[in-house]
């Protein structure tokens, strides 16, 4: 079976470089860009801006090559990449949420984004606290790092 995508649209962000680069929308507080749409998908945003949250689905363009097994920058133990966020995935796909802060025709503007400039857009969808927030949870082996450690390597700002 294959499977294609098209973008439809491109992120711009002030991020070049992955290593410096946030590791995660909850330690990009201030980190704003744009979401700037094909104009043939801009009419899909009708009604977009009603939300305070989106998620961002994106092609990681610049990941590494996919492994089975990562060090996460959380751990210093590696864990199944399907047990972490980890870019160097068999399909190489992000899943971002951010703040929208507004519409402006077909380009969205955005804060919390940990995510490169350049990168190709898959799909826009509205975070919806009716369906999307869930408690309790488990978080899998993340339940042993504390806060002030996660914070310390989620913010690393270049």
Known sequence: MNVSYRPIGVIRSKHTQSESAPIQPVYA???RGRVEIL???ADGLRDLEGF???YLIYHL???PAAKLSVKPYLQDAEHGVFATRAPARPNP???SIVKLERREGSVLYVDGLDILDGTPLLDIKPYC?????IQPTRNGWQDDVD??????RGARRG
Not at 129 to 133: T, V
Not at 147 to 152: D, G, K, S
């Open 61 to 63: 363009h610049q990941a």
């Open 39 to 41: 104009p043939e998908f």
């Open 93 to 95: 796909i992000g899943l």
């Open 147 to 152: 806060e002030t450690t996660a914070r310390h």
């Open 29 to 31: 507080a201030g980190c």
């Open 52 to 54: 305070s949250h989106i």
């Open 129 to 133: 606290a009716r369906f999307d927030c």
